[in-house]
């Protein structure tokens, strides 16, 4: 069984910066993606930031320039967050996959979640 533990998360005002990490236990030889995601109450989970086995790195283009997704292994998963901004406000989840060929900023693709970590910015 897998776990993931978010880890970083906080307030925060704009214009700062704030790294996320997240933790993975269990089996996770068979991941394929690893992604950040992020929703606000009463929204879809939005993808943010995914990384492939192999390092390739997609964005959503609202965090494009100002967030870098990186892993150190199949374990550990990093999202850097620079330049914050009010509307990146949300609960933001690790999550990975055993699916290939998938869109990678797709939540339903994704078949292990953490629980999350809140980021609040705001003046």
């Known amino acids: 069984q897998v776990q993931l533990v978010e880890s970083g998360g906080g307030s925060v005002h704009p214009g700062g910066s704030l790294t996320l990490s997240c933790a993975a236990s269990g089996d996770t030889s068979g991941f394929w993606y690893m992604a950040w995601f992020r929703q606000v109450p009463g929204k879809e989970r939005e993808g943010v930031a995914s990384?492939?086995?192999?390092?390739?790195e997609n964005y959503a283009d609202s965090v494009k320039g100002r967030f870098t997704i990186s892993k150190a292994n199949a374990t550990n998963l990093t999202l850097q967050m620079n330049d914050l901004k009010a509307e990146d406000t949300a609960m933001y989840y690790c999550?990975?996959?055993?699916?290939?060929?998938?869109?990678?900023?797709?939540?339903?693709?994704?078949?292990?979640w953490g629980r999350g970590t809140q980021v609040t910015v705001s003046s």
């Open positions: 999550a990975a996959t055993t699916n290939w060929y998938i869109a990678s900023l797709s939540a339903k693709h994704y078949n292990s």
């Open positions: 990384i492939t086995r192999a390092g390739t």
